[in-house]
C-alpha cells in the first residue's frame, strides 16, 4: 500500500534538518507512544518504521539518493500488508487526518475487510474513530462545521456498523450534537444560489428548536448543560440575519402553533415588517391579530398595536392605544411631549420600526424609515380607501340587521301579549266583572286631547305610546319569569294584567298633560337627568353649552360649575331610550370634567356604580399628586345600542373629546384632542334603576 507521506514527514522534520535534529525527532517519537488502546503488534511495527526511517537520513549517501528521487517527483511510501497500519497511524500522527480516515474507512470494507475479531480488525476501526474526530476539529479550525459534521457522522456510521467502541461513539455523537448550531450557521451562511444548502439548514434549525421546546427551550437536553439558554440566544441572534423575512414569518408561526409564545411575538414583528416594507398592509391586520392573542408576561401590547392602527391610517384608534399604555413613562413622555401628541405618536412608530421592526432579516435594508412615502403610496392609499368603505358597510348592514331584529322583537312580544289577554275567561277572574268592567271605570277624557297637534305630529304620540307599552311590556315580562308565583297561584296572572291595563289607563288619563308640556317645549326628546335647586337661574343645559364652547376657561361667576350643587335624578324606566342614556352619559361626563378640573365634588351614586366613582377619584389623587388637574371637553356626536337585556345595556358612543393637562400654578402643560373617540358605555340594572357600570374606550 502506497501512502502519501515522505520520510520527513513521517518521522516529523523538515528536508533541511541535521542528522543530530532527526535523531532527536526519533526519540521523541519513540517516547510518545499513541495509548489511545492500539495492539502492541501494530505500535512495535510503528517504532519499526520510525528506526528505518532515521536510519536512511542520517546515512549521507542513502539521505542523497532519497533526495534525488523526491525531485525526481517520487511522492508516497510503499507499506508491505503487515505495516499497513502502522504507516496509516504515522500518516494520522504526521498531521492529515482527513487521508488517514479515508484511506482506514476503504480498509474496512470488503474486499478489504479484515478478519473479524482480528487485532487488524481491532486497530483499524479506532484508528478510523480517531481519525474522524481530529478531521472534524481541523474543519472547525477552518470554520468548515459542515465538512466536520460529515467526517463525525461516517465515524458514527462506521462503528455502528463494526459494533465496537460504545463509549468513543459517544463521544463523537456528542461532538455531533455540539457542532448542530455551527452547521447550521455555516449552512444558512451561504450564497442563496445554494438552494440545496440553505433548504438544508433551515430544516436542520427548525429540528433544533423544537427539539428543544420552542425558543424558550422547555426541554431538557440529553446532553447535560449543552446550549443553554443564554448560548442558544447568542446563536439564534447570531442566525437570525441570514435568514429572509419570508422564511422567519413561517418558521415562527410553526412554532407558535408547537406552544412557543417567544415564537408568536417574532412573527409578529417579521408581518409587520413585510408588511412595511413590502407595501402590504393585509400582513399587518395578521400581526395585530397574533399579537392580541399573544399572553406574554410583562408585555405592554398597547403601544405596539397602536403604531399598526397609525400606520392603517386610524389615528384615533392608535392615539387611544397610547393613552391606555400600561408604560407610565411613555405615557409621561406623551404627555409633556412639546408638539402635537400625533408627532410623538409618529416618531415612537419611526424609532420602533428602525431598531426593533426591521433589523435582522437577510433581504430587508435597513434604512431610516420614511412614514411619508409609506402614506403617500398609492397602494397604500387605495386599501385604506377600500377598508373604510369595508368598514362603512358593515356598520350599515350591522343598524338595518339590528333595527329589523328589534321590529320582529317587539311584533312578536305585542302579539303574544294580545294573545294572552285575549284568551283569558272572564268568569275565571275573582272579581265580578272581569277585565273589561272594570277598565271602562277608568276616566279618559279622549275628547280634550288636541287633534290639530296629533295630526301635525303623529310620530311623537306613536312614539310616546310605544314607550308607555314597552314598560308594560317589560313589568309583565319581569312578573312571568317567577314560575314559583304562578305555581302558587295562577289567578296571579290576571289580576297582574288587569293591574297593568289600569296604570295603562291611568297613563292615558295623563297623556294629556304630556302632550300639552311637548307642545310647548317642542322638544319631546329633552329629558335632562340633572335638576337643579330651586335658588339656581341657570340650567343643566346652559351649563354644558358653556363647557363646550370655553373648556379650558373659567366661567363666569354666575354661571360657575364649582358652587352648583346638582341632584342626578334615577333612570328608573325598564326599557329606558336612547336619550334617556345619552342624558345619562352626559351627566356622566359633565361631573367627571368638573371634578378632575377641581371645580367641584363628585356625587354621582344614584346613576354611576361605586366601581366607577372610585377609579375617578383614585385618578384625581394621582393628578394632585402630580400638581396637574384636567379640562375635559366631552361631547357625544354618536349613540348606537348594541344590545340591551331586561339588566343589561350596552351603547356605542362617539365622543369628540378634547383633554387639556394644566399644571396648579397654570401653566399649559398637554393637549389631546380626538375626534371621533369610541367608547363602549355598559349599564346594569340594580335597585329598581340604571346605573353606568363600566366603559371601554378606543375600540
Known sequence: MELPLDHFRLIGVSPSATSEEILRAFQLRLDKTPDEGFTYEVLTQRSELLRLTADLLTDPENRREYENLLLNGKSGLDFSSNREVAGLILLWESGSPKEAFKITRKALQPPQTPALGSSREADLTLLAALTARDSAIQEQQLRSYSNAADFLHEGIQLLQRMGKLGSIRK?????????????????????LNDQGSHKKGLSMLENLVIKRGGLEGNNKSEYKD?????????????????????????????LQKRGSLEAGFLAFLSLTAIGFTRRKPEKLFEARRILKKLNLSGLDSMPLVGCLDLLLADIDQASARFSSSSDE??????????????????????????NDVLVGYRDIDSKEVDLDSWFEDREIQEFIEKLEKKSNKIVIRSNLQNQQIERESSTKTTEDFDNLLGNIDERSLPWPGGIKKDYKKVEIKENEFNEEYF?????????????????????????LKDKDIIKRSPYLIYIYAFLILFAFGIGIGFL???????????????KPLIALDKNQKISEKDIIQEIKKNPSSKLNPEKSTSNISYEFKELNSPSPSLEDIR??????????????????????????????????????????????????NSQISKIDLESQTS??????????????????SGEFVNETSLTPLKVKYILGFSNKSWKLVDFVSGL
Open 171 to 191: 463521544e463523537l455523537e456528542e461532538d455531533l450534537v455540539a457542532l448542530l448550531p455551527y452547521r447550521i450557521l455555516d449552512l444558512l451562511s451561504r450564497d
Open 226 to 254: 449543552y446550549l443553554n439558554q443564554q448560548e442558544f440566544e447568542a446563536f439564534f441572534q447570531q442566525i437570525k440575519p441570514f435568514l429572509t423575512v419570508q422564511e422567519q414569518i413561517d418558521l415562527f408561526l410553526e
Open 329 to 354: 413613562n411613555l405615557r409621561d413622555w406623551l404627555n409633556n411631549y412639546p408638539g402635537n401628541k400625533l408627532e410623538a405618536i409618529c416618531i415612537f412608530c419611526k424609532n420602533w420600526l428602525e
Open 455 to 479: 295630526k301635525k305630529k303623529p310620530i311623537e304620540f306613536y312614539n310616546f305610546l310605544i314607550e308607555k307599552i314597552a314598560e308594560l311590556k317589560f313589568s309583565f315580562g319581569e312578573f
Open 512 to 526: 294629556r298633560n304630556n302632550l300639552k308640556k311637548s307642545i310647548q317645549d317642542d322638544a319631546v326628546e329633552d
Open 583 to 632: 342624558n345619562l352619559i352626559n351627566g356622566w361626563l359633565l361631573s367627571k370634567s368638573n371634578y378632575l378640573a377641581g371645580k367641584s365634588k363628585i356625587n354621582l351614586s344614584k346613576i354611576v356604580s361605586k366601581g366607577l366613582i372610585d377609579r375617578t377619584i383614585e385618578e384625581r389623587q394621582n393628578d394632585i399628586k402630580k400638581g396637574i388637574y384636567k379640562e375635559i
Open 647 to 664: 339588566s343589561r345595556i350596552v351603547v356605542l358612543v362617539d365622543l369628540n373629546y378634547l383633554e387639556r393637562i394644566v399644571k396648579n
